[in-house]
């Protein structure tokens, strides 16, 4: 019974956690063609090639030269240099069931 409980407490903590207020990075691509890749390299596979309309989510740095981005729901890197001038806005993540 106690391990019940204990397992129900957690997974409650757990999904008020994800429903907190975050701040989303929204960036642009400074160029057009810009390349998100599957790994922080010019060698590796190339995702997308970015447009300056698209709505691209700066997730965090992955280093000085690369970050971890978002478009459309596939995850990637861009290089940082690539990225236009990040705009932060207030976005509620909803615990999904």
């Known amino acids: 019974m106690k391990k019940i ?16 207020d975050r701040q989303a990075v929204m960036a642009s691509a400074r160029y057009e063609n810009s390349k ?3 790994q922080p390299g010019t060698s ?3 995702l997308k090639a970015l447009k300056s309309s698209d709505e691209i989510v700066v997730v ?5 030269a690369w970050s971890i981005v ?4 596939q995850v990637g ?11 932060v806005t207030k976005t509620s993540v909803i615990a999904k069931k």
């Not at 965090?60 to 000085?64: A, E, P």
């Not at 890197?77 to 705009?87: D, F, M, N, R, S």
């Open 5 to 20: 409980i204990l397992t129900l407490a957690l997974a409650a903590q757990t999904a008020f956690g994800f429903a907190t």
């Open 36 to 38: 998100m890749y599957r």
């Open 44 to 46: 590796t596979e190339v």
């Open 60 to 64: 965090r740095r992955y280093n000085s």
């Open 70 to 73: 978002t478009v459309d729901g």
């Open 77 to 87: 890197y861009v290089l940082t240099a690539e990225l236009g001038k990040p705009q």
